[in-house]
């Protein structure tokens, strides 16, 4: 992976309604052009929603003088705290059908002030949402129902310092509302790296990542942020917690796992003592084309099962290839790369080629070596990745229907669940809309045991029902997920937009466990009402 | 790692009262000539006790008809079922004063039966204590206390089979009461290993290592048994649970990692899905001595944070050396072994000795290739780990007294720590007995951001006062545990013998939600009463 463009000392005006920075959208043009690629989108682009024409009403709860300065009820920010960056909450935004406005946005700079706003909160009845980027994809910060007299949104950013840094034990306290380029640039002087890179890395946080179990760095491995935590700080209606800060420990079950995906309902995550890294001096990375992708899965599984452990070993489908620029023949590209801040990793890339071409890949030419360019199918990936949400708000303008979900599963169940998805997935957008609908499958994490796809469904809407249609896919894929039992989330969690799904796969117990927990730490049920547990 | 003895097959008699078999114990003879190396120890050894001998009441609860089939009051039974094998059981069995007897044994063969057994225990005031290979050195199997009608040991080894096998996914169902060996002999004829082995192997079960998150094979990256998880049963007496097998899930908190480390107290693991791997073909290990123990620790350290992922990186101290074998010149040494199924690891070993050397190591020759001989203090240390706990009960009816605890903190706090052991539990055991004591050290399992010590201490004691020797050491080792912010537990799991370092340890919030879970799983407070939580 290429460094991550750091951005946190820009005055860049970030999007209320849409993906990222305003300056990054597509124009109109590029709107239109995207649009005329997909039979029975729009002609022209939907205009862009203004806060202006909203109805935010005064709010309906009051904090009290002493916490007065730590919240807004300006509609700017109570428009931009209303929702996350589903295709949904930004389809909603376009017919001006945002969710709930909450009433106020609360921005505390400390671990007190966040337990007097919870204290406060709690005494009021006041619902309060954890926010730390916003990007949540399922829903996952904003207020459905009506049985809180007000809702707060609770933003963590101004939280955003790297607090000590542990050279011995190469880690650090890092506070919760940090921004990934802004902890970032705060651990660069020091040579170290927190080397977490969801899609999402400039617009959300380390408390986010905590809290839904975000996908990282890694494809194999330590996949996800749950591994490289040391520590956790989290404050409760019920009090405030800091668990001892560890490489591992054996006593009990593991406090800091409760925590982590807890999505805001069990306490707000305040900050973490993070396990760090050197930044990467050898890398190597190389791609190979299949054509055949279920002969791409075996590749895709024998190197998973190896020690090689590539950072990146990501497997497109031909639609996604195509779409990326990675291939124009119909084929699957393996996209592999292999880091270390120690030693060389050529032998590595050589090695997982070879099993790739065992397998009927073929393989181009590594590109090995200290920062070495990346081949030409390497790079084309990485930045359609990286622009792949701001299209997707381009593609909503059309009148498109786009949706974004993930799942994982074992080998044995991979190859039918794939091909199910993508035929009911397919068959779904179709019924609700008479358009055709792409559907292509990527790999982004793998495990020796299994593999964690993630699907794009893009297809035509019917003007002014793209919600209601977008419900109807996303009910067909929880379904194809359920019947495969397939995870209802590998890294975007559960929000409100999973949780169907989730209940049906939670064990009993667990629910009746969590459920409890939920009454002992958040008594007046204020926390993020409706995520994970009723 | 070589093959470790299977003994499924074989009738060796188990041992009621000490480690493992009958027929390994040290002789009177071999136990005579270890007292005389610690001054103070008695010249003869305490007889080996009889189960004739203890007072073994009638049971104070009767099953019911339907279930009368799967329980025991025989007094063999009973007694092996009273306690776990820490010295603290061994020299009270040897002194005639074993915990309480429990009152029935069960030998549950299925779910269903685990949990009409948690049914009317519930209904009837019997405490339950899961019991696996009985291996416990926290009190994990023992009941303390008469809040209860009576005691039901609940022994799951009569559930030990390997129920599926998926080779595509290379997991495996397997019944939690499956002892090691049992386990390994059914995985073997499919080429498949699970490659946990503590040291008590031969004498604890599947259901044992999830319940306490035991310690594995692998000295760095996935040490414990947690990571190899994909799925649980667990029968509580609010019903039963399976999670789905999967590679990964961002979906909530995970739901097996409030069981792992749960010790009984939650609910009864009866089954897993676990993850496999194929046996190692390449292998290649060496020694390495140093001069100054501080200097191995930053070896250790450097290895630990490359990508090398040594599966054995054992650092012995020059006592832990000296005791096994491996040194007889005041030097520490480390033993590194490297292992794969797929790719030659003699570039590992390399780099692995050359980082050593860095740090001023002395390395021999390494001995690569595939089942290479291991090189003498590799193979010394290996004969000596196995042998240690037989030889600890021949050291116990000598007089001697001998504790064994392990840890983990992170790097920054490593040094202080280690020497702050040494002294601190050394002047404990002293004050204690008037004898100088033994205190050596041993790094287990290393990690990036710190490693796991594990101590030995070793004194003779006073004729009688045994187990008040021994609780004064246990607490002047949490005591000093605790003012380093090292865990009371990196893989023994708290039991009984750990719950007032662990209450210090743990989260307050954390604390609330799981009396909460407690009360919600385990209604009538019948499970491993005591463990974890009140």
Redesign the interface.
């Known amino acids: 992976m290429p460094a991550i463009p750091s951005h946190s000392g820009a005055a860049r005006a970030r999007s209320w309604w849409g993906w990222g920075y305003t300056d990054a959208h597509p124009g109109d043009a590029e709107c239109t052009a995207m649009g005329a690629l997909l039979p029975g989108a729009r002609a022209r682009p939907l205009p862009i929603p203004r806060v202006t024409d909203l109805s935010i009403g005064r709010p309906a709860a009051t904090p009290p003088p002493a916490l007065a300065h730590l919240v807004t009820a300006a509609p700017e920010a109570r428009a931009a705290h209303a929702m996350g960056k589903a295709y949904r909450d930004v389809v909603r935004a376009l017919r001006g059908r945002p969710g709930r406005i909450p009433d106020l946005v609360a921005r505390p700079t400390d671990n007190q002030q966040v337990a007097d706003l919870l204290d406060w909160a709690g005494e009021h009845g006041v619902a309060v949402i954890p926010f730390g980027g916003g990007s949540s994809v399922v829903g996952g910060v904003e207020y459905r129902g009506d049985t809180h007299r007000a809702v707060m949104s609770l933003d963590l950013t101004s939280m955003n310092r790297v607090l000590e840094v542990?050279t011995?034990?190469?880690?650090a306290r890092i506070q919760a509302g940090a921004l990934g380029p802004v902890l970032e640039d705060q651990l660069r002087p020091r040579g170290l790296t927190l080397r977490h890179f969801p899609q999402s890395f400039e617009f959300s946080t380390l408390g986010g990542w905590l809290a839904?179990?975000?996908?990282g760095h890694y494809a194999t491995?330590h996949?996800?942020i749950d591994d490289f935590v040391?520590s956790l700080r989290?404050v409760?209606p019920?009090?405030?917690?800091?668990?001892?800060?560890?490489?591992?420990?054996?006593?009990?079950?593991?406090?800091d796992?409760?925590?982590?995906?807890?999505?805001g309902a069990?306490?707000v995550i305040t900050e973490a003592w993070m396990?760090l890294?050197?930044r990467p001096r050898y890398k190597a990375s190389a791609s190979v084309a299949f054509a055949d992708f279920h002969h791409a899965l075996d590749a895709v599984r024998a190197i998973a099962?190896?020690?090689?452990?590539p950072a990146n070993c990501r497997l497109l489908d031909p639609g996604e290839a195509l779409l990326s620029g990675a291939s124009h023949d119909g084929s699957a590209v393996l996209v592999l790369g292999f880091e270390?801040a120690?030693?060389r990793v050529d032998?590595r890339l050589t090695?997982a080629l070879d099993l790739a071409r065992a397998h009927g890949g073929r393989g181009k030419a590594p590109t090995p070596g200290r920062d070495a360019p990346a081949d030409a199918a390497v790079s084309a990936w990485r930045s359609t990745f990286l622009r792949m949400p701001y299209l997707r708000d381009g593609l909503a303008r059309m009148g498109a229907v786009v949706e974004t979900f993930e799942t994982?599963?074992?080998?044995?169940r991979i190859p039918a669940l794939v091909d199910a998805v993508r035929g009911e997935v397919g068959a779904a957008a179709l019924k609700a809309t008479g358009h055709p609908a792409t559907v292509n499958c990527r790999l982004t994490?793998v495990?020796?045991?299994?593999?964690?796809p993630y699907f794009t469904v893009a297809v035509a809407g019917r003007p002014g029902v793209e919600v209601e249609i977008w419900d109807d896919i996303k009910a067909a894929a929880s379904d194809v997920l359920h019947r495969h039992?397939?995870?209802?989330?590998?890294?975007?969690?559960?929000g409100r937009d999973?949780r169907p799904g989730?209940d049906l796969?939670?064990?009993?117990?667990?629910a009746?466990?969590?459920?409890?927990?939920k009454?002992?730490?958040d008594p007046h049920r204020i926390l993020n009402p409706g995520v994970?547990i009723d």
Chains 1, 2 share one sequence.
């Open positions: 542990d011995a034990s190469r880690s839904t179990r975000a996908g491995g996949t996800r040391q989290v409760t019920a009090g405030t917690g800091t668990s001892w800060r560890l490489p591992a420990s054996g006593a009990g079950p593991s406090p796992r409760l925590f982590l995906g807890s999505e069990l306490g396990r890294q050197e099962r190896s020690d090689l452990a270390s120690t030693t032998g090695d994982a599963a074992t080998w044995d994490h495990y020796p045991d299994g593999a964690a039992r397939a995870t209802i989330t590998h890294h975007h969690a559960v999973h989730y796969q939670r064990p009993e117990p667990f009746l466990a969590l459920r409890a927990a009454n002992a730490l994970l």
